[in-house]
């Protein structure tokens, strides 16, 4: 572990179609190998694939992936039991912790049923860089919007609370994520939110939000805040623009 600060990588994206292989990592999440600062060895970074059931063909998948990025790839499977026997131990040993997508509720309740949400805090403290897609960004946040219940998207407002902010994700290819973010800013039901459009991600050190990045050209990030117009409580959309990663 390297990093200088405690940091997130939130993001809608890292992972694309492989020429050769059905994935490779892209830029945000060869970005976050980059943020832990690590030199001189291939860098270490352990997948977490809770929020979609620790799937082991996705595993492999993975692995691959990682053999071509020349990472030293592990996993960190509860399914059907904790795949290590002190992750506290493991997981901060890594450079990066990389969380992928899928249902952020069942990850969230998996998670405390392990006891994995307090240990995360100490590594995330520890300066291992924390970072993922989709369920994998929303769960740093206080909450967000999520198709875990269902087809219509609804809030989540228990997540682990790292950063003191809302996440929406897929925020420009999902028709509902947009609207629905703005409603639930605007009732308070979230506070202020930080949202991605594909292939981009936001960065924190500590809970500073220092930078949005991203692995494709044109694409926006946002921050979406509640404000006052004629007695009546709207969202306001200030859209953050990213540094290309190339």
């Given amino acids: ?111 405390r049923a392990h006891g994995l949400d307090e240990i995360l ?23 967000g919007t999520t198709d875990s219940f269902g087809p219509q998207l609804r809030p989540v407002t228990n997540a682990l609370g790292f950063l003191p902010f809302a996440n929406g994700v897929h925020y420009d290819s999902e028709d509902q994520r947009r609207p629905l973010v703005h409603r639930l800013v605007a009732d308070g039901t979230l506070g202020e939110t930080h949202c991605t ?9 500590g809970t500073d939000l220092v930078e949005a990045v991203s692995e494709v050209p044109g694409k926006g990030a946002y921050r979406v805040t509640r404000q006052t117009v004629g007695g009546a409580a709207v969202a306001a959309e200030e859209r953050l623009e990213p540094r290309f990663l190339g």
């Fill in 1 to 111: 572990m390297s990093a200088q600060q405690p940091t997130i990588l939130a993001t809608s994206g890292g992972i694309k179609a492989g020429r050769r292989s059905r994935l490779e990592f892209d830029a945000l999440l060869h970005h976050a190998v980059e943020l832990s600062g690590v030199t001189g060895r291939a860098p270490r970074v352990t997948h977490v694939g809770t929020a979609a059931g620790d799937q082991r063909w996705f595993n492999a998948e993975m692995d691959q992936a990682a053999r071509i990025a020349g990472f030293d790839f592990s996993h960190l499977n509860l399914f059907t039991m904790p795949s290590i026997e002190d992750p506290e131990a493991h997981l901060m040993e890594q450079d990066v912790v990389w969380v992928n997508g899928g249902s952020v509720v069942n990850l969230l309740a998996i998670w």
């Fill in 121 to 143: 805090r100490r590594v995330w403290e520890g300066g291992v860089v924390l970072a993922g897609v989709s369920a994998g960004s929303i769960c740093w946040y206080q909450g």
């Fill in 197 to 205: 459009d594909d292939g981009v991600g936001l960065v924190y050190f």
